[in-house]
């Protein structure tokens, strides 16, 4: 199902910033040479995330799903002076992709790249985090919120992207995979917590964000 038509994509990434070259690369390179390259942030919800991670100037940053790295890049441009961004990915297939463009970008020595399951990792992380980006195997997602919840400061964030699952989290539940049934789950769970307070962005794929009260 098209959840954005695509006559509006193209308008909003007209009137977005461009990516830049090394970002551009990346991009071309994810749709050449990797397993289902739709997965990859792409240009108009990486300049979110940029602009997200600019206002709050995050310390730490916590990604789950590190693909082919163009999302890390792109939250860790709004690092603060001593900020740090952490990502897991269990697909080390794809490091040496990532591993090079984060090296391109000068951000090295900013990000740490964990090849893992999250469930194993994000306990051994000992950081309180600003900010969590959510994008990995959609069945975890429950399971990897309240991990991250008491790693997360008050007044943090945590977005989670595809909550909209195609547009399948709006069909009858019987005609829905179970990805999509995994990302209403989410949904529900987070908008019924009464610790945080919740945004649906129909923004791609559909971008929640979460704050921590």
Aim: with cysteine; aromatic share 8%.
């Amino acid at each position: 199902m098209e959840v954005i038509p695509q006559e509006i994509q193209a308008f909003a990434e007209q009137h977005t910033t461009g990516e830049g070259g090394l970002l551009y690369r990346l991009h071309r390179e994810t749709y050449l040479k990797a397993d289902q390259p739709h997965m990859l942030s792409g240009h108009l919800q990486g300049r979110f995330l940029t602009m997200v991670s600019q206002m709050l100037r995050p310390r730490r940053i916590l990604e789950l799903g590190t693909y082919t790295g163009y999302s890390a890049i792109c939250l860790a441009q709004g690092l603060g002076e001593d900020g740090h961004l952490h990502t897991i990915d269990v697909n080390e297939e794809l490091e040496h992709i990532s591993r090079r463009y984060i090296g391109e970008a000068g951000l090295a020595d900013r990000i740490t790249l964990h090849n893992g399951k999250a469930a194993d990792i994000i306990p051994s992380l000992d950081e309180i985090f600003d900010l969590v980006f959510i994008d990995a195997d959609k069945a975890g997602y429950s399971a990897y919120y309240d991990m991250v919840w008491q790693k997360l400061r008050p007044g943090g964030f945590i977005l989670a992207d595809n909550i909209f699952f195609h547009g399948e989290v709006v069909l009858p539940a019987e005609q829905q995979s179970n990805n999509a049934k995994a990302m209403v789950r989410f949904a529900e769970k987070a908008i019924a917590d009464d610790r945080a307070e919740t945004l649906l962005l129909t923004l791609r794929d559909g971008l929640m964000l979460i704050r921590k009260k």
